[in-house]
Structures are given as structure tokens and as C-alpha cells.
């Protein structure tokens, strides 16, 4: 489930199933980036400096605060400062902002739901064919299983 770590050792599971979770801006996801690759909890210093940007530390511990109140990172006190680390997979993260934008696409009726459809099987042939037939097999279990998806 890729590189998962809190401030107490293994990733603690986000919740049974992927729920939505808000989209990322840039310095956000970099953010993430950081933390996934580190494998240990870091303060908002020692993020500042592994993205070796000219940022501001408030702009990085204003985005660090968003990301823990989004609820995608803990945070545990050290000394003066905080520590932080991800609360949840690189793997959870996109499982949930798919599951969020495919809610709403899919959201709005059969007739809308066609065209996104469409594009994914289209992306996914263009990308690479093998992971196509990893999609047909996907749906043919789904189908097996009655269609109740795993919400």
C-alpha cells in the first residue's frame, strides 16, 4: 500500500473503505510527497527544507495545518513544534480523490454516466492495453459478486 508510516510505527487504516477526500493543490501534494518519502515524522523545518523551495515557513505550516485539519496527516507535539505524518497511503489518497470526482460524475444520472465511461476505457486502452484487460476482468468479478460495489 506503499511507503505508510504515523508518528506510533504502521499506517493506521484511514477506514474500511476509501471515502471521498478533498482535491490537493500543488504545494499540497508536494507536501504529501515529502512526508510519503521520508518514512518518519518531520516538523514543518525539516519539510521546508526537503522541498529545497524559497517558501515562506508560515505559508509551509499554514499548508502543513490544512492538510491535518483535511484530516490526511497527524500530528504530535515535540518541544515547541509539531511533527507530522501522513495518515493515510499515497494509495488511499488516490483511491479517495477518484472515488470523489467519480461520485460526481457518476452522480448526475445513466446518460452522464456514458461519457465517463467512456473516457476511462479510453485512457486506461491508450495507456496500456494489459491494464485494460485488468479493468475487463474488474468488471467481470463486480458482476460476479451482483454489481454492490464496496462502498
Known amino acids: 500500500m506503499g511507503n505508510g508510516y504515523t ?3 504502521a499506517m493506521k487504516p484511514w477506514t474500511k473503505h476509501f ?3 478533498p482535491a490537493l493543490g500543488r504545494l499540497e501534494q508536494q507536501v504529501m510527497d515529502d512526508l510519503w518519502g521520508r518514512g ?3 516538523s514543518v523545518r525539516d519539510v521546508r527544507e526537503g522541498l529545497g523551495a524559497a517558501l ?4 509551509l505550516m499554514t499548508t ?4 491535518y485539519k483535511k484530516g490526511l496527516l497527524e500530528r504530535t507535539k515535540d518541544g515547541r513544534a ?3 505524518a501522513p495518515r493515510v ?3 488511499q489518497l ?3 480523490l477518484l472515488t470523489r470526482v467519480l461520485d460526481e460524475l457518476l452522480g448526475r444520472g445513466t446518460e452522464s454516466a456514458r461519457p465517463v465511461l467512456s473516457t476511462l476505457v479510453e485512457a486506461v486502452s491508450q495507456h496500456d492495453r494489459q491494464l485494460l484487460d485488468e479493468l475487463e476482468r474488474i468488471v467481470a468479478d463486480e458482476r460476479r459478486r451482483g454489481g454492490k460495489g464496496r462502498r
Do not use: I
Open 7 to 9: 508518528s506510533a510505527g
Open 19 to 21: 471515502r471521498p477526500v
Open 40 to 42: 518518519r515524522p518531520a
Open 56 to 59: 515562506a515557513y508560515t505559508t
Open 64 to 67: 502543513l495545518d490544512r492538510l
Open 82 to 84: 509539531f511533527l507530522y
Open 89 to 91: 497511503s499515497r494509495e
Open 94 to 96: 488516490q483511491r479517495g
